[in-house]
């Protein structure tokens, strides 16, 4: 990994770490389209396959322009290492499932991503790993409540999809860390532009990069990124696959060989050596594009947001909005105190009055607007999680789950806002009634 991120600020960093081009190399990152990599002698292959020298073999476990772009989102984070996934949801995964196994337990906040929750709730059970979930927003002693002596870990998104609450880090990491297990956050609606959750006591980070570090709608991907920061081995006996000889490696102990780098290390040589859910490389120079401009786009994001939830408040057809950038908002304080340029996201989620089919009927209206699956895209786009992603459920069943019925996830995009504050207008007058 490279070290050419030496006191920049995150917004340098989107367009300075990674790719470090030595004179008369290509100024913009290369793509290593390879599944493999040549060597002269076996001997040389051999100490790669013991982890003894560093090194690409397989394109499966590791690639440089994967590589490249795990580096800087490590810069972005003030992470030591990182490795990117196929997916977001691939990156959730494997950044419990290589502390955690049959028998364990994790707690979780129950306000995160619905396919997150899937994950925990269903797949992971499967596997036999056990998770509660407690509400985000309890006191420390009610979450301590949730531990257990087999609790690996505890984990939170620092802005809630789609409900766009405010997780409080450092609560979070209080109580992870009082108990001897690390605190993971899911900051993929900030991005480390907008906040930095190994500043307010995080050890991992994890992000859906699909979402605003790709930006473009091109590319479906994951990172996790490694504080460095936690001690595993004053926590040996909880973590035995990082502090215990790992005899798929003839015995190593990740703790003990890679120091900091122990916990990124083991993902690669072992999740992603058994799981292989690896990005592309294509992907990833897509995602490098997309990093280039992240800082310059979450600004506009975010301005765009702003001006739009002032408006919606304004409207009197809406019923309740809810955007942390918003003063008065129940999460807008922890959100300042978090955010490093005083910026949140650029989602958020508001109810019009009349409820699900007015909703529905406003939605419909929409012209510049698009109707998506997806969030945090370079195009304005909304979403009615009660006709979409969380249409099994009953009314009940969405309110459990934070998802009104009224619900519209409404993700601003890098347009005029002048021209979205149109189109939303146009919308009200055809709902008038
Ligand atoms: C989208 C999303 C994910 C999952 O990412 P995919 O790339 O779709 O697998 C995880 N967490 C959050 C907060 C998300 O918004």
Known sequence: MQENNKGFSPDTLCLKAGWDPKTGEARQMPIYQTTTFKYETTAQMADLFDLKTPGYFYTRLQNPTNDFVAAKIAALEGGVAAMLTSSGQAASFYAIFNICEAGDHFVSASTIYGGTFNLFAVTMKKMGIDVTFVDADASEDEIAAAFRPNTKLLFGETITNPSVNVLDIEKFARVAHSHGVPLIIDNT??????????????????????????????????????????????????????????????????????GKG????KATTQLMRDFGSIPSPFNSYILNLGLESLSARMERHCKNALKVAEYLQGREEVAWIKFPGLPGDKYHELAMKQSRNGYTTGVMCFGIKGGRDRSIKFMDSLKLINMETHVADSCSCVLHPASHTHRQLTD????AAGVQPDLIRFSVGLEDPADIIADLDQAFEAIRE
């Open 189 to 258: 609606f900030p991005t480390p532009i907008n906040c930095r959750p190994f500043d307010w006591g995080a050890d991992i980070v994890t992000h859906a990069t699909t979402k605003y570090m790709d930006g473009h709608s091109s590319s479906v991907g994951g990172a996790i990124v490694d504080s460095g920061n936690f001690d595993w081995m004053a926590h040996a006996d909880k973590f035995p696959g990082l502090t215990k000889p790992d005899p798929s490696y003839h015995g190593l102990t990740y703790a003990e060989a890679f």
């Open 396 to 399: 009940e069943q969405l309110i």
């Open 262 to 265: 122990a916990y990124i290390t």
